[in-house]
């Protein structure tokens, strides 16, 4: 007997007859003789539902009364998928994030898993049930309810598989898989029978929508080995789990974009020790996430820094600068460019092989494509271009790298 752990999203369990298609998938894996733990989102379009319900009094409602209001559609959909299981025959019950023992820190709306107490989960587990976890909600020390923000039940998902030592996790969704890039643009795009948690993590990071980092990275730290795979069908998907030595031998694993992307440059800043403390810090604080960070001298000696944000942080940006700019010099000036996309290839076979950064400039160059910013790690070489150009740029990659061909 395994122990199983389901997530579905959204799409999933978007109508009753979905629903009900759920409750057949969970009850199969049961009569073949495993224990089975679902995690499930709100049914799709509930939450902007919620969101938009919410703004009816004001722009900007509270961030603990949204926790509060959005924690409620993740648990209108562990009621129905447990009423689904019981008309199946399926004894089973459905848990909150409370309930599941998920403890968390940080802001509200922003939460972050800090420990998991399965007690309640895995006594009825022994009792021979089902479970129906609250995917993307658990509780503060002070027991308030805490949401945990963008791909939060995929985060749940792979938690309660640590905690409660599971087998394996399943990320059902609505792709069968991983591809080397979205099918959607790249229409010869390949699925990946298996990658490793930091090729995973790395695409996540820069724009792949089939996972989000933070799970990956969880998983990563307790060695959960999980599967994304379609809830529609029975076909196998991608295995993400540690690497192992033959998977140096595919160079490039998957090609990434991200979309709504801007640059901001700072020019005018002294060169001294503490200037760039002090703008980072002040963005830190302001709860930014930036990406691609560079800094140069320019020919007058002063300091110049660039970095990429989403562009729907540009606003809070230039308002978190503008103090601290004022503060470190009046010739500092800020200049701001939207419509900018990032393209990132990734794998870990860069570790050993040479030429990639080539060859896939040299394809972007046959294309007629333009490079920005360009920022590299170990296993990845992102750079920025054109929103305009983007999809472009992310089939001139992938048919550079043969991404559509299965290694041999």
Known sequence: MALIVQKYGGTSVGTIDRIRNVAARIK???DEGNQVVAVVSAMSGITDKLIGMAKEFGDTPREREMDVL???GEQQSIALVTLALHEAGVEAVSVTGRQAGILTTG???????????????CRSLEEGKSLVVAGFQGVTPEGMIHTLGRGGSDLTAIAVAAAVKADVCQILTDVDGVYTCDPRIVPNARKLPEISYDEMLELASSGAKVMQSRSVEFAKKYGVVFEVRSSLNDNPGTLVLEEHPA?????IRGVSIERSQARVTITGIPDEPGMSGKILGALGDAEINL??????IAHDGMARHSFTMHTNDLGKAQAALKPVLAEISPLAKVETEAGIAKLSCVGIGMRSHSGVAATMFKALGAAGINIGMISTSEIKIAVTVEETRIEDAARAVHDAFHLDQAPA
Request: charge should be neutral.
């Open 28 to 30: 199969r894996t049961r």
């Open 247 to 251: 998977m140096e031998n595919v160079v």
């Open 70 to 72: 959005l924690a409620t």
């Open 291 to 296: 990406d691609m960070i560079l800094s140069n």
């Open 107 to 121: 802001s509200h709306t922003r939460g972050r898993i800090e420990d998991i107490r399965p007690d309640f989960m």
